[in-house]
């Protein structure tokens, strides 16, 4: 047990500098989080226009905060690994840090990003699109909390992917898609029930395909990133 403590903090001090690297980074250019606030902001405004004075099925007003939710992470995430090929600073990080830690840095550094942007566009969509009510407001915190890791899961792996594709603008949501469709339906599933007051227990069939959903990514990421790191 002594002897296996060392390498574990050696690598939580590597994926934590990798997520503070990043972080400083963002701090320094916000390009994501501009994007990603952008992208937000546009379409809701687009949802309200088009609406209009008509309004829309609780179901429907569910299923578009999610596709907003979508749409601007993959606006934003899909930079996570291109901007080390941009910087030249792909080789630097292999030989710096181990893959494992390189993914769970940039993994950590997505959910922070993503969580934020879940936050804000909620507050943003409740506040400016009526009709959208929460009644179990339990369900709809739950569904964000793993949605969230969701989409950071899947767009790391994605990201790390089309960081060296030629065509990495149109790539990342091609294939983002079917990967982040069970998801998608998922949340979505979960964001009706809590719309129309279902008790939390009813919600759990969502839950659970959620968390099998963040656990498999995860664990299948982490065993195959290391070829996509390095080839």
Do not use: C, H
């Amino acid at each position: 047990m002594k002897a296996a403590s060392p390498p574990f903090r050696s690598f939580l001090r590597s994926a934590g500098s990798v997520f503070l690297k990043d972080w400083r980074s963002e701090l320094r250019t916000r390009y994501a989080v501009s994007a990603l606030l952008m992208f937000v902001v546009t379409t809701i405004a687009i949802i309200l226009f088009s609406l209009g004075s008509e309004g829309a099925s609780p179901d429907a007003l569910s299923g578009m905060l999610w596709v907003v939710v979508f749409f601007a992470a993959m606006s934003g995430l899909s930079r996570t690994f291109v901007m080390e090929e941009e910087r030249g600073t792909t080789l630097t990080l292999q030989l710096l840090a181990s893959p494992g830690a390189v993914f769970f840095g940039k993994l950590l550094f997505n959910l922070v990003l993503v969580t934020g942007l879940n936050a804000v566009t909620v507050l943003l969509y409740g506040a400016v699109i009526e009709g959208f009510v929460i009644r179990t407001m339990s369900i709809f915190v739950v569904t964000v909390i793993l949605g969230s890791m969701g989409f950071a899961a899947a767009a790391t792996v994605i990201a790390a992917i089309i960081a060296r594709a030629n065509t990495k603008g149109t790539l990342y949501p091609v294939l983002s898609f079917p990967i982040v469709l069970p998801l998608l339906l998922s949340v979505i599933e979960a964001t009706k029930k809590a719309s129309d007051g279902a008790f939390f227990a009813e919600a759990a069939g969502e839950f659970q395909l959620l968390i099998s959903y963040i656990v498999v990514v995860v664990v299948a990421s982490s065993m195959l990133f290391e070829f996509i790191w390095k080839d």
